[in-house]
């Protein structure tokens, strides 16, 4: 079994994605869902119930700072009960986009940690060009998570380990000119890596250009056992049970 720790495999991304996820099942690998806002919230919630090999994590991230209401986050807050729903996210801070409204960011991220740390939830971070600010943010609150799609240096990937979270990794691993990412996780410990997808985005090199999906999940676990002179199958069993543990599945 392989758990895809983040992926956007729903229809508003996708016109096949129900086939995906099928073809996922069938190839034993789970999919944590990310929502980032009402609609895909809802979408994620649909799938969930509706596959048994897919988990939902559900959030209001950086891009929807001025549409969300003190109504949406009750709305949140009731959806957060569901079963299925292993963690608040996709939540987190960007300021590579937009740099005018950092405040009006962190005070979302902090509503969506005020949820985590109420119900005792991990969270899935983005983070771009803010993770100072987001390390500084976590360290008030008691929770654990995923940095996603984590692009920083090794030093400060130990730091957040060191407070209870995951180093999230994925296509951009195997790019040939990130030879970065390829050296931290060297010098980071495997048992607090996730492997993730990001799909429909961050294909794989030999699938960029193509939309991503979690099968391609496989091109980022190979590319990790390389790197750490490692076993997939090995690869695969740690990064699976990390992903069991902080995500209770």
């Known amino acids: 079994m392989i758990i895809d720790t983040h992926s956007h495999m729903y229809e508003s991304e996708y016109e096949n994605a129900e086939k995906v996820i099928q073809k996922c099942k069938d190839n034993d690998i789970k999919i944590i869902l990310n929502g980032i806002d009402k609609k895909s919230n809802l979408e994620v919630l649909e799938l969930s119930k509706k596959y048994d090999n897919v988990y939902a ?4 991230d950086h891009s929807v700072v ?3 209401t003190e109504e949406d ?5 009731e959806q957060i009960k569901d079963n299925k ?32 740390e109420k119900y005792n939830l991990p969270i899935i971070v983005h983070s771009r060009d803010a993770v100072q600010d987001v390390y500084d943010i976590v360290k008030e609150y008691n929770v654990i998570g ?70 391609n999940i496989i091109y980022i676990i190979d590319e990790i056992a390389q790197e750490l002179n490692m076993s997939e199958e090995k690869i695969i069993e ?8 902080l995500f209770n599945i």
């Not at 005018?100 to 005020?114: A, H, I, P, V």
């Not at 407070?163 to 990130?178: Q, W």
């Open 66 to 68: 001025d549409e969300i």
């Open 57 to 60: 994590a559900i959030g209001y």
């Open 238 to 245: 740690i990064t699976t049970n990390n992903a069991k543990e």
């Open 73 to 77: 986050i009750g709305l949140l807050e």
């Open 85 to 116: 729903v292993t963690a608040i996210g996709e939540i987190g801070l960007d300021y590579y986009w937009i740099k005018d409204n950092k405040e009006k960011q962190k005070t979302l991220f902090r509503k969506m940690l005020n949820l985590a």
């Open 146 to 215: 995923s940095i996603h799609c984590y692009s920083g240096s090794k030093e400060m990937a130990r730091e957040f380990i060191k407070i209870g979270f995951y180093i999230g990794i994925d296509g951009p691993i195997t790019y040939k000119n990130n030879k970065k990412q390829r050296e931290m996780i060297k010098e980071i410990d495997i048992n607090h890596i996730l492997v993730e997808t990001d799909s429909p985005y961050l294909a794989p090199e030999g699938k960029r250009g193509e939309k991503n999906t979690p099968l």
